[in-house]
């Protein structure tokens, strides 16, 4: 169709833009301009400011939706690495999918490694939560598990865990989370309870025992040695007396132990170095040492600061240790004696202690005999008493301390003794 001017004239020449502008404000006024503005374009057909800005206003809005979206996962993230229990997130097939770093630390695997593998692989074939998460998805409901044991590459824990369910925007289980507490020392801080409680009660009868055993044997020893003192006494029985008084002597050392351990001194305690305590002992124990073919590796850090300790309780405690280590190692050895701090140590309640290792070569000890080392008359010496270890136990113990028995990595035992700096 031809075009055609202001009065409709079809042969009328076609106009440029600008004069199309005017035909514009002509046909349809200055508002009908300003409409046409407001959907994008000018008086010459080009697009508007507003048109041409949008695509720099659509970038800044995803861009501040991507700043948001990356401190939000920054947040949770360190909302999930903030939390003193482990996460483990599974999918529907128990695959794990996520690991927080408490979990990491209990499982003993990082995130990375741990990621699509099966969840007992982690915990182990037969461990307790993996049922627990599988009643979680049956039920569609949390379960919890208040004790547990989880075997990991670290050992075996106890633990408590709560499974629960992720679920999508329908409803349905995605995922399930299973939140893990190591309860470790919380047992081990209810055993020591319990143990010092039957302590507490066998303390109390042993001290009236001991005292009216005591003052007869000494009767019966004095006796023997009168009965030797007589000028008619035949030199043939000089052995029965002489028996007498060791077996006297013997049962006068267990009554002396057992009032020690029933009865402890509260400790007066000093600055001391561990490092000088052990060299003191051992040159008392040089003798013994070399008679049995032992020799003695120091391992000492000379930078470890004093302790708070009574000396003489706790050259009590290493001299025992170390006359220990010896006999577990009948046709000899070497004997370890290794010393260094730990500052605010989670194995000591977060103080800053000094620690002694005590490290012998023997044939080491099961795991059953390790359980029961600190409870009192219980020993694997033919002679022993069972109160040696029990009353090392005690006084590390009323000095704030931990004791610890372990296997050591080269065969033989290791006992680890944490005791509290002088500075904290």
């Known amino acids: 169709m031809a075009p055609q001017d202001c009065q409709g004239n079809s042969n009328a020449r076609e106009r440029p833009l600008y004069q199309s502008r005017a035909v514009w404000i002509g046909r349809y006024g200055c508002a009908g301009l300003y409409r046409r503005n407001k959907l994008g374009y000018d008086g010459l057909g080009r697009p508007g400011k507003d048109e041409r800005r949008r695509p720099l206003r659509e970038q800044k809005v995803v861009e501040k939706l991507q700043q948001a979206l990356t401190n939000m996962q920054a947040y949770y993230e360190d909302l999930l690495g903030s939390l003193q229990d482990g996460l483990v997130v599974v999918d529907r097939e128990l695959r794990v999918t996520s690991l ?5 630390e209990l499982l003993g695997i990082s995130a990375t490694m741990a990621h699509g ?12 939560l993996i049922a627990l998460v599988d009643r979680a998805f049956e039920t569609g409901r949390a379960h919890a598990e208040h004790e547990a044991s989880v075997v990991t590459s670290l050992g075996k824990v106890s633990v408590s865990a709560i499974a629960s369910l992720l679920a999508d925007q329908g409803g349905e289980a995605r995922g399930g989370v299973l939140l893990i507490r190591d309860v470790t020392r919380i047992r081990e801080l209810e055993d020591q309870v319990r143990r010092a409680e039957r302590l507490t009660a066998l303390g109390t009868l042993v001290t009236g025992i001991a005292h009216e055993i005591r003052n007869p044997l000494m009767g019966v020893r004095g006796a023997a040695q009168l009965i030797e003192a007589e000028s008619s006494f035949p030199p043939s029985l000089k052995e029965y007396t002489d028996i007498i008084i060791r077996e006297v002597d013997r049962l006068n050392s267990l009554l ?13 305690v000093v600055e001391c170095n561990v490092n000088q305590i052990l060299e003191e002992l051992l040159a008392l124990e040089e003798p013994v040492l070399i008679r049995r073919d032992i020799t003695v590796r120091r391992i000492y850090d000379p930078q470890v600061p004093l302790i708070a300790a009574d000396p003489d309780q706790i050259r009590q405690v290493f001299l025992n240790l170390i006359r220990n280590g010896a006999e577990a ?3 000899g050895g070497a004997l370890t004696l290794e010393t260094g701090y730990e500052r605010r140590s989670p194995r000591c309640f977060g103080l800053s202690v000094a620690v002694v290792r005590v490290i012998d ?4 000890l099961s795991l059953e005999v390790r359980q029961h080392l600190f409870d009192p008359f219980f020993t694997t010496k033919p002679k022993g008493t069972g109160l040696g270890l029990a009353l090392c136990h005690r006084i590390v113990g009323d000095h704030r301390g931990t004791m610890e028995i372990n296997d050591a990595e080269e065969g033989g035992c290791a006992v680890t003794i944490l005791l509290p700096l002088a500075t904290q």
């Not at 593998?117 to 307790?128: E, F, H, R, V």
């Open 100 to 104: 927080n770093p408490a979990a990491e």
């Open 117 to 128: 593998k099966p969840l007992a692989s982690l915990l182990g074939d037969s461990s307790p």
């Open 256 to 268: 002396e132990g057992m009032l020690a351990f029933a009865q402890p001194s509260p400790p007066r």
């Open 329 to 331: 190692m009948e046709g």
């Open 361 to 364: 070569q023997g044939p080491g």
